[in-house]
């Protein structure tokens, strides 16, 4: 079963505006993580964020913010103010406390394109 | 900042050879790993490694093995490659801490012909 879901393949947004990444996650455990990272045309894969279960508050970095929803199971990637280089491939991921806890397991990726 | 370091950007194998993939990492991190990313798919876990000599499975390990001698260290063995293992592989690494970011390194595109 899919751990990690991410349904939006492609979005385009222009540029300035606000952006929302959906990532909706499956489990059981009631411990668990909540990762963002970008991966540019180069390659690299960029950590944004993190968000624990028990965090209490959204988890924010500069112009990004994770709207966690915990009783939905989503933890959506809001970028303010997009720019240019925001353009990239975006990849949610979870860890879970227990066996295996230091996996990451990712969801399929969204492709973000920002458009002058 | 943590280095991570995949010995190949490129590679091209033939089929049936065995192909060493090597990460180094420079920050002392307990945990490393190794995935495979393909479009649509995401990355998908192969095997990860939380100490010297340890190692679990991942979400797909068939096809492949790793070894971790020393602790900066961590290599993916295909013992025989085949045309389905052409794919980006990429190595990460991070501390033992729950809320640990993994470190990657920039990627090895593997191709088998």
């Known amino acids: 079963a899919q751990k990690i879901t991410q349904t939006q393949p492609g979005m385009f947004v222009q540029e300035k505006e606000a952006v929302t990444l959906d990532c909706t996650y499956d489990?059981?455990?009631?411990?668990?993580?909540l990762f963002w990272y970008k991966q540019p045309s180069s390659g690299e894969m960029i950590f944004l964020i993190y968000?624990?279960?028990?965090?209490?508050q959204n988890a924010t970095e500069g112009r990004y913010s994770l709207n966690f929803q915990k009783a939905r199971k989503s933890a959506n990637l809001v970028i303010s103010a997009s720019q240019l280089g925001d353009s990239a491939m975006y990849f949610c991921?979870?860890?879970?406390f227990g066996q295996g806890a230091q996996k990451l397991v990712f969801g399929q990726g969204t492709r973000l394109t920002i458009n002058p | 900042d943590v280095k991570v370091t995949q010995s190949s950007r490129y590679l091209v194998k033939r089929t049936g050879e065995k192909v060493f993939l090597e990460c180094v990492q420079d920050?002392?991190?307990?945990?490393m790993f190794w995935y495979r990313q393909d479009p649509g798919l995401g990355l998908r876990l192969i095997y990860f490694?939380?100490?010297?000599?340890?190692?679990e499975k991942g979400d797909i390990p068939e096809g492949y093995s790793v070894s971790r001698e020393k602790k900066e260290r961590f290599s993916l063995i295909l013992e025989s490659a085949s045309t389905n293992q052409t794919s980006m592989y990429l190595c990460?690494?991070?501390?033992?801490?729950?809320?640990?970011?993994?470190?990657f390194g920039n990627g090895t595109r593997l191709t088998v012909t």
């Open positions: 920050m002392d991190h307990e945990n």
């Open positions: 991921a979870m860890r879970e």
């Open positions: 990460a690494s991070s501390l033992a801490g729950f809320g640990s970011p993994l470190h």
């Open positions: 968000q624990g279960s028990y965090d209490e």
């Open positions: 489990t059981s455990d009631q411990s668990y993580g």
């Open positions: 490694s939380y100490d010297v000599k340890m190692k």
